[in-house]
């Protein structure tokens, strides 16, 4: 970068988007950047899903992400970014976790910024995203690195709120036999003596499929989502296809779309 580009680049305002899923989080954090100044917000989200389209279609500088989100979190949008090979902005996480994250942070050389927000730390925070950006640091393999790290650390023993009958449950992962989806209502049905049928508050099976693991549940097909340790039988179909019967209480048979045929015979050496 020439002096007169780097000219350019410092005056210019960064572009940026804000994700969280507390409204107040977000006004607050724009309200500092617009005091601060130097700072263009572009857009604001809620959710993961909302941070990875925004990124695709704003393509900003930075990306304030809120850490802990339901459904897919911070972590797992950098994750699906990193997995569909979409350029990073600079990213700088909001945070409220614990020292040990906070250091996981200073180790990859990613920014973090800790609730409540602090006027200064977050000036700081975008003088040191100008700094990256005119050096041109690429932060991607560091990114990558952090998500896989504090992926391994996440318990195997998570949870879903489920409703039903005006009731909230919890309910174990591995007791989750498959989720659908219809008419933009996703519901998921367990296995187990108690099994039983509730709701998500995902709102889309790919946001469900961000909260958990992905070595045991796999997207069968656009409209369900199936614990691969659930299922009971593999069902030859008509061309070529599958079926796959589950281990609920109805034995629910599962379409397998074409395109995950490859997916299931390499899963189970068919």
Known sequence: MTRDQRLVRESMPLSAVI???EQLARDELAYLLKNIGEVDVVAQGENGLDAINLIREHTPDLVFLDVQMPGLDGFGVIKKLLDK???LPKIVFATAFDQYAVKAFEVNAVDYLLKPFDKKRVAQSVQKVRAKLESNTTS???????VRMLEAQKPQSSKLLLKTAGRLFLVSQKDICFASIEDGVISVATTGPNGMEGQSNCRTLEELLGSLDPNSFWRAHRSYLVNINRIKEVVPWFKSSYQLRMD???QTEIPVSRAQTKRLREL???
């Open 268 to 270: 189970f050496g068919l």
């Open 85 to 87: 090979k979409v350029p």
């Open 19 to 21: 994700v969280d899923d």
């Open 140 to 146: 991607s393999d560091k990114l990558e690195t952090l």
């Open 248 to 250: 609920d209480k109805k």
